[in-house]
């Protein structure tokens, strides 16, 4: 034995003191601490459940007060009939409200789901993969798939608890089993998901008595009891074997896309974006732990089969089968893990709590102005609003939900809804008929598959009030801008509703509708004038949508007057679309191309079409318009308004540099223009070829110095001068002198070519 010093004898006579405090190094939690006696599993969870929060929120901070249905609405489409078969909570009209959540709400009790999964993915020692199902999950839409995704997590729990020691009384698990089976079929149209997973779970139970051979005519009698009610069930409900097959018509029958864009394929659903990318990674993660797993379980393998190819054959399942593969990747029994330490766990809860903030802050930073917004401006039309009754022909069903939350006293039932267990057959020549209208192709004819085509015969059957457009569907909001009988009702940035002119009982909301936008185009006196009985402004996202569909409906100064005022790409697409309308305009109404407009759209191109984050769609959109512009004007007049006097070489200066400008070659017009003289001509094509890039006010502020005086020598020019800066005061709001300018372009001599559009102009204003 080795012997002691003196000192180490001291310090081992002495007696620790229970009764000291802690020293500062020490970071043990007051006694009476509240967070101490919170356990440990609690505060995690809960540092988990405030990340996701905080993604939710990311994901749509202008949209936490809409409403959505936890369970789905019951259909009640014109032509469902009774194939439809509803969520059997969805059938008491009692219970509606009940079911109406705001979207915070909703957010929340998912934000739970999901914490939970990644807290107890980090437990398995999965902490990247953990935080990119997170972000995934919270960032894609559930379609629905909210209560489904519970009730599916139960099943796995079950499962867990089945192959624990002491594993439950086999009545208590079919119980369960039947409470849950029950509760899929009450609360979703997804319920074939957690049957599934429910069906797998017997499965494992009957080879576990099999293998065991324990209890086995016990499981097998319940499990027979248990088939025999599932196959009652699917005879006496009518219309449940559709929708249990759901999943798989989704993918098999996949209805066009241009009625329901959510069936596609992930990448080309319109809102795939960086987190389908994370669930995909998340997926590819559950799978290499399940490969490299020492006994893997073929029951998990088969799920994670089946869930993958439903996560990548549908966007609208991607949510609801990245969550059940997330409940059986996180179970207990999924793959064999080494648990992480404390400290570890600690800081992955802490990146993902700072991967949502900064997500958080990036996306409310980025839409600051669209959540302050929302707060006041309404982002959606209210069609109750017009006291119309009848059916409503919708183009993408994937709005039909949101149609029928709006439509609480079902007075516009759908005549077609996104059910396609029930319409799947009907769905093709649904969007025949549907393209017939957007063509406006009334009549019969043969289309290239031989079939009968032409929209008349079905609109007489179906009478619909409303036909609901997509606002992105600028082709067909045009096409029915001028000779159609139907007529545009309301506006919103996502869907634009018209109604027939030959219905009596749209014929007001119609006049309403047509003088409100008249106002919003030409500004004039009118009290009482409610804009949003017609548009629904919403944010500055919402605003740069609904440019482009009043500049379809050949509305361009209205479509500049909703403009947010910032140089946003969207922002400057969209004013450029109205400028080459307003030169579209004026080169149908005249026949001679707008110096102004034209060389202020040119301009505005140049420079967008020279933006790298241009889409591809934006630069095909002004490219065509661009091109019809000139190819209209190759056959107009470029000679306006030349006295008889005026010299020859001056007048061919004049014509070079219109040339110029109408061309789009701004550097040779500023070197003709300095060549012209002291003339109104000259003044406006200085203007244009140097100012063309400026704000209205700034090229209003340069005509200003025109003068009406014939002694001046400055009189040549002066007619198409003053309506040109009549139209800019029509952009600025400067109703009253617009009305001068116009009144004295029609006065001036020779009269200006622009007369009759500039009488439309007096016309309007004056009424």
Not at 657 to 684: C, I, P, V, Y
Request: aromatic content about 8%; hydrophobic content about 45%; some cysteine.
């Amino acid at each position: 034995m080795s012997k002691q010093t003196p000192g180490q004898r001291r310090n081992a006579s002495r007696k620790p003191n229970v009764n000291a405090a802690p020293t500062s190094a020490e970071s043990v939690p007051a006694r009476g601490s509240f967070f101490s006696q919170i356990p440990l599993d609690v505060r995690a969870f809960a540092v988990w459940w405030l990340a996701c929060c905080m993604l939710f929120i990311a994901a749509n901070p202008t949209q936490v007060f809409d409403p959505i249905a936890v369970i789905p609405l019951p259909d009640n489409s014109v032509m469902a009939g009774a194939d439809a078969w509803n969520p059997w909570l969805s059938t008491f009209d009692s219970l509606r409200s009940l079911f109406i959540w705001p979207t915070w709400l909703a957010s929340v009790i998912a934000a739970l789901l999901i914490a939970t999964l990644g807290q107890r993915m980090v437990q398995r020692g999965e902490g990247v993969a953990a935080i990119a199902m997170v972000a995934g999950l919270c960032l894609i839409d559930p379609y629905d798939g909210l209560l489904a995704g519970w009730i599916v997590y139960a099943a796995v729990r079950l499962r867990d608890r089945m192959l624990a020691e002491p594993p439950l009384s086999h009545a208590m698990f079919f119980a369960i089993v039947g409470a849950l089976s029950a509760a899929a079929l009450a609360s979703s149209l997804e319920a074939t998901i957690p049957l599934s997973v429910l069906a797998v779970v017997v499965g494992t139970l009957i080879l576990q008595s099999i293998r065991e051979r324990r209890q086995t005519a016990l499981v097998a009698t319940l499990a027979a009891v248990l088939g025999l009610v599932a196959s009652g069930l699917i005879a006496w409900q009518h219309g449940l074997l559709a929708a249990l097959l759901r999943p798989i018509t989704a993918i098999l029958n996949r209805p066009p896309a241009t009625l329901l864009p959510s069936l596609s394929v992930p990448w080309q659903a319109p809102d795939f974006g960086w987190a389908h990318g994370l669930a995909l990674l998340f997926i590819l993660a559950c799978w290499w732990r399940w490969v490299v797993a020492r006994s893997p379980r073929m029951a998990d393998g088969a799920m994670l089969a089946v869930f993958t190819a439903l996560a990548i054959g549908s966007a609208r399942y991607s949510w609801l089968a990245t969550v059940a593969i997330a409940c059986i990747a996180s179970s207990q029994n999924f793959a064999a893990s080494q648990p992480p330490s404390p400290t570890v766990a600690r800081r992955w809860r802490r990146a993902a709590c700072l991967v949502a903030l900064l997500v958080l802050i990036a996306q409310v930073g980025l839409q600051r102005y669209d959540v302050l917004s929302a707060l006041s401006s309404r982002r959606q039309i209210d069609p109750q609003q017009w006291n119309l009754a009848g059916p409503a022909v919708l183009q993408n069903l994937d709005r039909a939900a949101n149609w029928q939350l709006q439509d609480d006293r079902g007075v516009h039932p759908l005549v077609v809804s996104d059910r396609w267990d029930v319409y799947g057959d009907f769905y093709p020549q649904y969007a025949m008929i549907v393209n017939d209208w957007s063509s406006w192709r009334e009549h019969r004819y043969v289309r290239s598959d031989g079939q009968w085509g032409g929209f008349g015969e079905w609109f007489d059957q179906w009478n619909p009030k409303l036909v609901v457009i997509e606002a992105a569907d600028l082709a067909t909001i045009r096409q029915h801008s001028l000779d159609s009988p139907w007529k545009t009702l309301g506006i919103d940035s996502r869907r634009v509703i018209f109604a027939q002119i030959d219905d009596r009982d749209a014929s007001g909301p119609l006049r309403e509708s047509a003088q409100l936008l008249s106002i919003l185009e030409i500004p004039r006196p009118a009290p009482n004038v409610d804009f949003e009985h017609a548009i629904a402004f919403g944010g500055p996202t919402d605003a740069r949508r609904i440019a482009l569909v009043l500049s379809a409906l050949r509305f361009p100064y209205a479509a500049l007057r909703v403009l947010p005022n910032d140089n946003h790409l969207s922002t400057e697409f969209s004013r450029t679309m109205a400028l080459l309308e307003s030169a579209h305009r004026t080169l149908r109404f005249t026949g001679t191309p707008s110096l102004i407009d034209q060389s202020r759209a040119l301009a505005h191109s140049e420079r967008l079409l020279g933006r790298r984050d241009l889409t591809n769609q934006q630069r095909n959109q002004l490219q065509r318009a661009i091109d019809a512009l000139q190819d209209v004007r190759q056959s107009s007049s470029l000679i306006v308004d030349v006295p008889a006097e005026n010299d020859p070489a001056l007048q061919s200066l004049e014509e070079t540099a219109r040339e110029q400008l109408m061309r789009g070659d701004f550097g040779a017009a500023r070197q003709t223009t300095a060549k012209l003289g002291n003339n109104n001509t000259s003044l406006l094509l200085t203007t244009a070829a140097t100012l063309s890039m400026s704000p209205p006010e700034s090229i209003l502020a340069a005509l200003q110095s025109a003068d009406s005086d014939h002694d001046s020598g400055r009189s040549g020019g002066l007619a198409e001068l003053l309506f040109y800066r009549g139209s800019l005061r029509l952009e600025t709001g400067d109703f009253r002198g617009a009305l001068q300018d116009f009144t004295r372009s029609l006065n001036s001599t020779p009269s200006p070519l622009q007369r009759d559009l500039i009488s439309a102009f007096c016309s309007q204003i004056a009424n």
